[in-house]
């Protein structure tokens, strides 16, 4: 079949437009002005009424599954005070009669605007029940707060301690309910198991909600140790059926040697995929938390907790094993790294990986945050792609200077100076930690402002990306991680017609205005899947 979109403004590059597309089946055969699209044959035309088409956009990393489960249990976004997570706790167990385990996520200290600013514990949690155990997670994922009701369910004491993780002890010494890292596990074991049919549920509700964002590819972390077949199974199972159109690559978790040397002897070799809708896509490692926990790995202690240097998740020893392994196996490898301290350590393992080229396997950095002059350079000059999250800014400029202080936060979130260098950016959002709202990140990325608009001339303004370079890191960018630049992420003759119609030029409103731009149709593979 045949289509034609005409009388449009379409983006096919940095200051370059068409007014229409032809379209065969999945493909782009040709753009150009109207009057020459029409002279060709076709089965049916859409008016686009001087509306600005841009390619759809594909977020580098994310967790789509996270976002569903999110979206079914206790939202903790909105909470100003521990009071308040009190209120939507007690409100939830109110409104849910039955309930075996309470949890949720989505809770900062930091966002809290009345009382006590200050990290939650268990006694907070007893407030909302003793009767039952609650899961709160934090928003950035890194840390969670259990009750009393589930600690003594663990069965947890003073001596309890889990490799990579934290279980913090409070004045007592026994444990407070605060739960970092790799015993975050620990804890969420308590929440009772879902059905299959739960899980392709959340996904598949998670993606149609992307689709109508104007995501049109994703690039998602939903597999770890625990339950990896079930859930390669679950994933397999939605694209064999055609349950979704949106594009997804995974990025797989395995943190020990010995689980990704078993995904690569079952999953990896004899896996399904067709590489267009469904990807084998990449290894994910974590090798430090976040900022806002302060378990992001440092090189020099937190500005405002002297003596703390943040969590290794993983060691230099095991990370280059499995970056080794990985390079070996012609797998890409994509690592978690916040803090300065961890980022050295990826470059380091990377660059010992490489061999004589540079950065064959396009191995790259997730969210690369707390950055110096030097590193940002070493980056661009390997040819390290960076996946990067503006949305984080929206909180982090609150608190980098406190964590960090000036001098290294004046070189942190570096989308623009990594950009000039030459460095590979693409743009994501690590939803659920954020919404997967991709124009609060396109804001953020263009402006420096926050979602309030303040700081009005932006946050380090020197760090903000030209509107088309972000629009090209979240399209032909987040693409090259794939390994498919040349098949999406562009409007062009022989990509797929991965496109999305906004409902205002994005390239002429006042760029304060980008986190209202709102999607009015979305087409995967010359078929429309979203129209508002």
């Not at 900062?108 to 009382?115: I, L, V």
């Not at 950055?371 to 609150?398: C, G, N």
């Not at 794939?482 to 006042?510: M, N, W």
Request: charged share 25%; proline share 3%; hydrophobic share 35%.
């Amino acid at each position: 079949m045949r289509i034609v979109l005409t009388n449009g403004k379409i983006y096919l590059e940095k200051d370059k437009f068409a007014e229409a597309i032809l379209i065969e089946d999945e493909i782009i055969l040709q753009v150009g002005e109207t009057k020459e699209i029409l002279n060709n044959a076709y089965d049916k035309k859409v008016d686009l009424e001087g509306k600005t088409l841009i390619p759809g956009l594909n977020d580098s990393h994310l967790h789509i599954a996270s976002v569903g489960s999110a979206m079914n249990s206790c939202n903790l976004n909105s909470a100003k005070s521990i009071d308040d997570i009190v209120n939507i706790g007690r409100k939830f167990i109110k409104d849910h009669p039955g309930l075996k385990v309470l949890h949720g996520r989505g809770w900062s200290q930091d966002y809290f605007s009345q009382g006590e600013k200050r990290m939650l514990n268990r006694f907070d949690l007893d407030r909302i029940s003793t009767s039952i155990p609650i899961a709160f997670t934090r928003v950035c994922g890194h840390m969670a707060v259990g009750n009393s009701k589930a600690i003594n369910d663990l069965n947890l004491n003073e001596d309890s301690y889990v490799d990579g993780g934290v279980i913090e002890l409070g004045d007592d010494n026994k444990p407070n309910g605060v739960f970092c890292e790799n015993a975050i596990p620990i804890l969420n074991s308590l929440i009772p198991s879902k059905t299959d049919r739960d899980i392709e549920e959340e996904i598949l509700k998670a993606s149609q909600y992307a689709i109508s964002m104007g995501l049109t590819s994703i690039q998602s972390c939903d597999i770890a140790k625990e339950d990896s077949k079930r859930m390669f199974n679950i994933i397999h199972e939605i694209y064999k059926e055609g349950k979704t159109k949106l594009r997804y690559s995974h990025q797989f978790n395995f943190q020990e040697i010995d689980d990704f040397k078993n995904y690569i002897n079952t999953e990896f070799k004899d896996g399904i995929y067709d590489e267009k809708f469904l990807s084998r896509g990449v290894l994910k490692l974590f090798v430090d938390g976040s900022l806002g926990a302060r378990t992001a790995l440092m090189k020099n202690e937190y500005n405002d907790e002297r003596g703390n240097l943040g969590v290794r998740v993983l060691s230099d020893e095991n990370l280059y094993n499995l970056c080794h392994l990985a390079s070996l196996n012609n797998i890409t490898v994509i690592t978690h790294a916040i803090g300065d301290g961890a980022i050295d350590a990826v470059i380091n393992a990377y660059e010992k990986c490489m061999g004589e080229k540079k950065n064959p396997l396009r191995h790259g950095i997730v969210h690369c945050q707390i950055t110096s002059q030097e590193q940002i350079e070493r980056i661009a000059d390997l040819k390290i792609p960076v996946m990067y999250q503006p949305i984080f800014l929206d909180y982090d400029m609150d608190i980098v200077r406190d964590r960090v202080g000036e001098e290294l936060a004046f070189t942190s979130y570096a989308f623009n100076s990594l950009y000039q260098l030459g460095g590979l950016i693409s743009l994501g959002t690590d939803a659920p930690v954020e919404d997967l709202n991709p124009w609060h990140n396109l804001h953020l990325a263009v402006t420096r402002s926050g979602l309030d608009n303040m700081p009005r001339e932006g946050f380090y303004p020197q760090e903000k990306m030209d509107l088309s370079d972000a629009i090209d890191a979240y399209t032909y960018g987040s693409a090259y991680n794939e390994f498919k630049e040349d098949l999406k992420g562009r409007i062009k003759p022989g990509y797929l017609a991965d496109l999305i119609v906004l409902d205002r030029d994005i390239f002429t409103i006042d760029p304060h205005e980008i986190k209202d731009v709102r999607v009015e149709k979305t087409m995967i593979g010359g078929e429309f899947v979203f129209e508002k």
